[in-house]
C-alpha cells in the first residue's frame, strides 16, 4: 500500500490531539483484532468507549459498552470513531456519528473496510477520515 502523504499529517495530528475514541465493533474477546487495538489505545492513554449492541450493558476493557452511538452521553466527549464493521455498515456509522456525537473529528476505518460515499459525507462536514488503516500500526510511528 503506497503512503500517503496527507494521511500521514492527519495520523500525526489525530494522535496527538485525540483523547476520546469510540470503538464500533469492539469485542470482549481478547483474541480478536479489534480488542487488541483497542486496549493498545487504552494503554497510551486514549480513553476508549465500547460500541457494540451484543454486548450493551456490560463492561469491555473496563467501559461501559453501549448499543450504538446514539447512546453515548455528548460529554463523553468522544472525537475519534474507530470502525471494526464490514464495508457495508460504515455508511449508516457514519451517519449516526454525524448526527449524535457533538465534538467528532475523525472518522477510522480498520484494515478492509471502506465506504468511499461516507468518507466524503464526513469530509463535507470537516471531519478527518482515514481509511483501511489500524492506529495500532499507525499511531507508534507518530507517538
Not at 483523547?19 to 465493533?25: E, K, L
Request: glycine share 8%; charged share 25%; proline share 6%.
Amino acid at each position: 500500500m503506497e503512503l500517503d502523504l496527507q494521511d500521514d499529517e492527519d495520523i500525526a495530528r489525530i494522535a496527538r490531539e485525540t483523547r476520546v475514541i469510540a470503538v464500533v465493533g469492539l469485542s470482549p474477546n481478547e483474541d480478536r483484532p479489534s480488542w487488541g487495538v483497542a486496549r493498545y489505545l487504552q494503554a497510551q492513554g486514549y480513553r476508549v468507549i465500547p460500541v457494540n449492541p451484543g454486548h450493551a450493558g456490560g463492561e469491555i476493557l473496563g467501559e461501559h459498552v453501549y448499543a450504538e452511538l446514539a447512546q453515548i452521553p455528548d460529554d463523553a466527549g468522544v472525537q475519534m470513531v474507530d470502525i471494526f464493521r464490514r464495508s457495508d455498515a460504515v455508511g449508516m456509522i457514519v451517519d449516526n456519528a454525524l448526527a449524535h456525537l457533538p465534538e467528532l473529528r475523525v472518522i477510522w476505518t480498520q484494515l478492509g473496510v471502506r465506504d468511499d460515499a461516507a468518507a466524503a459525507k464526513a469530509r463535507a462536514r470537516g471531519v478527518t477520515v482515514i481509511q483501511d488503516r489500524c492506529p495500532k500500526i499507525e499511531f507508534p510511528r507518530h507517538l
